[in-house]
């Protein structure tokens, strides 16, 4: 993010210039954190127009549960500033994302058609009119999703572990599993949705084709976006159903150092990535 420019500014400075930009340091961070929405320091909820309290609420309730589920767990803390954008409809949600996340006019359409929430760096934007969005547990289920994201891309240094299916499997499961307190599903019967919405598609895609973001993408719209979603879903469930959370954290604070990505995955979980998908795609299609 630095510029050569401002590396070489703080090479030449003195003590008292040291001294005078730790106070203004210290005075940005102060007037940083007074500004950030109550859920903790590090999390600032931006609630657009037309975007209700309650919303609001939902976001800060998911924020914490994640926030503790790692915490708690794992003694990983979040140490990023996060920024979760709250929109009204799906024009603010398209807005957002090219301001955001700036990506063209024609990606930020995609994805107002496929998602109701993104995460990108460090910006959490919502669409809070989505239909799906309507009850207060899928709200807070979504946002706990993007949270994980960010839990997940802090884990791996800001570089994702280019397994889709694993990073947007974890985080629905994690997040369904925290919202079971606030109303949700528990995570038997959310299986057993997700088992009826694959069983209902007209096509599935093996894992083996979501491992890319490129892929995962790709069936998005060729196969869905639900029947995508819920197919790495039900593999986390399967994978964590053997190996617990445990496994996955590991593995993401593992996998860029490592040279072999694939040894990882099978030191982690127990069994090879290729045999894994493979297995799990020939039951989930022979079950259909
Ligand atoms: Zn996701």
């Not at 500004?35 to 903790?40: G, I, Q, W």
């Not at 879903?233 to 860029?256: H, K, R």
Request: charged residues 20%.
């Amino acid at each position: 993010m630095q510029s050569p420019d401002a590396k070489e500014t703080v090479k030449g400075v003195t003590i008292g210039g040291f001294l005078q930009l730790l106070a203004v340091f210290t005075f940005l961070v102060l007037s940083q954190i007074s500004l950030v929405f109550a859920p903790s320091s590090g999390v600032e909820i931006i609630r657009n127009s037309g975007v209700s309290k309650e919303v609001e609420h939902s976001a800060a309730i998911a924020v914490e549960n994640v926030k503790a589920f790692f915490m708690d767990k794992y003694n990983v803390q979040l140490r990023r500033n996060i920024r979760i954008i709250l929109t009204s409809d799906t024009d603010g949600y398209i807005q957002a994302q090219m301001k955001e996340h700036r990506i063209s006019g024609e990606e930020a359409i995609r994805r107002g058609r496929t998602s109701s929430a993104s995460s990108q760096g460090s910006v959490i934007i919502l669409n809070a009119g989505h239909p799906r969005l309507a009850s207060s547990p899928s709200l807070i289920a979504t946002i706990a999703h993007e949270v994980v994201h960010q839990f997940q891309d802090q884990l791996t240094n800001g570089k994702m572990s280019g397994l889709e299916w694993l990073t947007e499997g974890m985080a629905g499961i994690i997040a369904v599993q925290l919202t079971e307190d606030w109303g949700g599903k528990s995570l038997a019967s959310y299986k057993k949705y997700c088992l009826q919405e694959i069983g209902a598609a007209a096509a599935l895609p093996g894992l083996a084709e979501l491992r890319t973001s490129k892929q995962w993408r790709a069936s998005l719209d060729k196969y869905g976006a639900s029947v995508t979603y819920r197919i790495a879903e039900v593999a986390v469930l399967e994978l964590q159903s053997s190996t617990g959370w445990d496994a996955f954290v590991l593995y993401y604070q593992l996998v860029n150092q490592a040279a072999d990505k694939g040894l990882v995955f099978e030191r982690n979980f127990g069994v090879t990535l290729d045999n894994f998908e493979h297995q799990f795609t020939e039951k989930l299609m022979t079950g259909k």
